[in-house]
């Protein structure tokens, strides 16, 4: 059975496993990424509950409330605490209990892993498209991404996460870990509006594949180029295409893949 | 903006992008995969949008009311309507509008992209054990995987999509494939469900990582060995070795990783 592992901020396990091949077996110790429930309690109402790694949980609970539009600045956070033995976040915001139930019958009808369809057959998803000069060059992107690689010890120990960071054209500001993709884009903007750290004018670089939930969190923080060295679907393209985002994916070896509002790519020399 | 490619059954589409490096670009067109909001309405009641690949959509709806309990039979199940221009998917059910209301209930409490913390506290989620005298040797799940990865076309194509097989120990039986791990074996699931495919004493395979999530949805379908090249999460790992599933993981190259109840894999010759 998993034992915790304190070295790496209780994020993996150590279990017995068989190695086996054709010909031998052996028993080793392997280290596996820890996986939590966490339930969200917004103004005494049980929300939701999100399958996590345990670290980060306030950032993940409010940025989660940021994304799905349940609150809009940090102003409105009146408490965020977390219980640590019963995987449990209370959260209370302003505006109380007539928040939480406007957002649980927003969840009814939109709920699932996805969004309701109605979110999806616009352009008028935020309102506005992202406005922003903000230009960077491929070896940039490239330096990034190579930087944004090497932080994910939890990838390289248990080959079971994903990674998110806020970034300007040089350094990586803010980075989380998370085993699902959402939940690290969520806990880095959760970090965002917590800490008061400006997103407008900034990159965002993901592990993961860029669909369009991805996007639509992206959107929702101004946020005008976002990088990810795995593929993006179709509606995540034709969303970044309408929501004047900067879509780079495919970032491998020395070369990057712009598929949509290329004008912020420079070429080096440019 | 992306154009549909029936080649592939729809599930990609072409769009024409920049590739860059830092000395050289070049517009070129590119294949990404399709991403498509399905909406469930079950008796008339909007349940849920998935986001997911448009293929398969009726083994998809079907198996995703299964996994979530929602329904326990083929029996259960009256029709099932794709709509395909609005991506609207109708199941109809024997009991009907009942079903539906208590269904929409259910999601409010569990809701969200988890289930409810208390489904995660015990072992009885799924009543009982998988039980099952089923056993495979490590040259056969080598072989069940090799053929696993030569079937994802639409992976090669785009990188972009999951895969999930029900096999017995020689053979595959169904493969689905979908961008979501969860959808792929929703589908997989789904097919057995409407073609009436046993799934005791057989294995599935998935491209994904294990979690929680996906150990729960093979335990309802009394499935004894779960298979996969990813990495498991350390719930993933508890709860195979509560409900009595062998899992076996990182099957890179010539081996195989047994995390749970290895009694159900055999060495050659053994």
Chains 1, 2 share one sequence.
Do not use: W
Not at 140 to 155: G, P
Request: aromatic share 4%; hydrophobic share 35%; glycine share 8%.
């Amino acid at each position: 059975m998993p034992k915790s592992d304190k070295g790496m901020e209780d994020k993996t396990e150590r279990v017995n496993i068989l190695r086996l091949t054709a010909e031998s077996t052996s028993e080793i110790e392997d280290v596996v990424v820890r996986e939590s429930p966490l339930t969200i309690v917004l103004n005494d109402q049980e929300l939701v509950t999100l399958l996590c790694s345990p670290a980060d949980q306030k950032n993940l609970a409010v940025g989660f409330l940021y994304s799905e539009g349940l609150i809009n600045s940090r102003d409105e956070v009146k408490s965020v605490t977390l219980h640590e033995g019963t995987g449990v976040i209370r959260v209370e915001t302003e505006s109380g209990e007539e928040l939480a139930r406007e957002a649980l019958f927003s969840r009814l009808i939109t709920s699932g892993c996805g969004h309701g369809a109605s979110f999806y057959s616009a352009t008028d998803i935020t309102g506005e498209k992202v406005e922003s000069l903000l230009q960077v060059s491929v070896s940039e992107v490239l330096a990034l991404t190579k930087e944004f690689q090497h932080r994910s010890e939890t990838y390289r120990a248990t080959g079971g996460v994903h990674s998110a960071a806020l970034c300007d054209t040089k350094n990586i500001l803010v980075f989380s870990e998370d085993i699902g993709r959402h939940n690290a884009m969520d806990k880095v903007f959760g970090e965002c509006l917590l800490k008061d750290i400006p997103t407008d004018d900034r990159l965002v670089i993901t592990s993961g594949r860029i669909s369009s939930e991805i996007l639509l969190k992206v959107a929702r923080r101004n946020v005008p180029i976002l990088i990810s060295k795995s593929a993006p679907t179709s509606l995540g393209v034709k969303m970044a295409e309408e929501l004047g985002i900067t879509l780079v994916g495919f970032v491998r070896g020395k070369r990057v893949n712009v598929y949509t509002n290329n004008h912020r790519i420079t070429s080096d020399g440019k």
